[in-house]
Nanobody
Framework: VQLQASGGGLVQIGGSLRLSCAAS????????LAWFRQAPGKEREFVSA????????LYADSVKGRFTITRDIAQRTVYLQMFSLKPQDTAVYYC???????????????????WGQGTQVTVSS
């Protein structure tokens, strides 16, 4: 499984940005695609996750109401639409994948088998 993240950039406070994560290789509709982020000097933290076939979505409290995760199953791509961006959203954003939904385990980076390269998001005034 390969994951290709894109869409990062520099945005002003309150602005919007959309990240994309394109998956390739042997994945099916049960696969979970997730976004994590890591700011300098901090641990990698969970942002959001979605089941590629639909019906399961999870958000971190810190982004709930501001970020929206969607998926295009035909393109095997997951999008993270980010609104009302804050300086504390500045981080390298990574997409990750695992084969099945794991109750209680989705936010933990150690539960993911595959990772894409990061894409930098910088929120500045």
């Amino acid at each position: 499984v390969q994951l290709q993240a894109s869409g990062g950039g520099l945005v002003q406070i309150g602005g919007s940005l959309r990240l994309s994560c394109a998956a390739s290789g042997p994945i099916d509709s049960d696969y979970i695609l997730a976004w994590f982020r890591q700011a300098p000097g901090k641990e990698r933290e969970f942002v959001s996750a979605i089941r590629l076939g639909g019906s399961r979505i999870l958000y971190a409290d810190s982004v709930k109401g501001r970020f929206t995760i969607t998926r295009d199953i035909a393109q095997r791509t997951v999008y993270l639409q980010m609104f009302s961006l804050k300086p504390q959203d500045t981080a390298v954003y990574y997409c990750a994948a695992r084969p099945r939904w794991l109750v209680g385990g989705i936010p933990s980076p150690s539960n993911y088998d595959h990772w894409g390269q990061g894409t930098q998001v910088t929120v500045s005034s």
